[in-house]
């Protein structure tokens, strides 16, 4: 991956590979996680040093720190609010790693927007969202080591689900959050359907008995998203997440 940080305009779909190998559903599996059930790995204090965005810098706090593996590679995940638009908070993510003597590229939008950075031998990856307005925003940002950054590249062991293929798995070290994406040959009505029946096999029942399609399942305190989409052409088929998060005591 060395070539990854070698002219990075010049590299720019790698880097949005390597974004959206994983990176996206963190931000998922950030969104959907109450603090309680991360509570075994936070941490108030300590870190790596990140210049003008480390955390509970002035405009940066906090919400919550999490240890997460990405098949198989392990990192940390940090969300923070910040109190600029999304599109600065990037910019000042690449300025910052720069600074530090790193290579960075960031992609921002209107609303949101993502990046990638190697600072010595860290690669941080980091999405801004602004879900409350134009002002201030949402980092969701990724730490690895290189080793463990290659690692989470590399695909799923494929195992089947639904008539599908699993592609890419990201779990919080204490195992009470689990995000995966499923690749499958059918149409998103269909695929709904199959998952859904493969939950419902599993001991989940759909939580809203009314829209059984809403993709919302319960099995005891624990919860199940699911969102399914078309795959982009010319792929065929659909592309499902699957978060689960277990509420339930040890």
């Known amino acids: 991956m060395s070539a990854v940080f070698q002219g990075l305009e010049k590299n720019r779909r790698l880097f949005s590979k390597a974004w959206k190998t994983g990176a996206w559903a963190l931000g998922v599996a950030a969104a959907l996680a109450p603090e309680a059930a991360f509570a075994p790995v936070f941490r108030a204090v300590g870190g790596a040093n990140h210049g003008a965005t480390t955390a509970n810098q002035p405009g940066w706090t906090r919400a919550y720190r999490a240890e ?82 290659e690692r989470s590249l590399r695909g799923a062991d494929g195992a089947a689900f639904a008539g599908g293929r699993e592609r890419r798995v990201a779990a919080e070290s204490g195992g009470r959050f689990e995000a995966r994406t499923i690749e499958t040959g059918a149409e998103p009505a269909a695929a ?49 997440l699957i978060a689960r998060q277990r509420l339930g005591s040890e």
């Open 68 to 149: 997460l593996e990405i098949n198989g590679g392990r990192g940390e995940l940090e969300v923070l609010g910040v109190s600029m638009p999304a599109a600065a908070a990037l910019e000042t993510l690449r300025a910052t790693y720069a600074g530090m003597g790193g290579e960075a590229e960031i992609f921002p939008g209107e609303t949101a927007g993502w990046g990638i950075a190697r600072a010595g031998d860290r690669v941080i990856r980091f999405l801004a969202v602004s879900p409350q307005g134009p002002r201030e925003c949402l980092v969701f940002r990724f730490e690895q080591s290189r080793a463990d950054f």
């Open 192 to 240: 709904s359907a199959a998952i859904a029946r493969a939950h419902i096999a599993e001991g989940w029942r759909p939580a809203l008995p009314d829209a059984p399609g809403a993709g919302l399942f319960v099995r005891g305190p624990d919860v199940c998203v699911v969102r399914v989409s078309a795959r982009p052409a010319p792929e065929v088929g659909s592309r499902a």
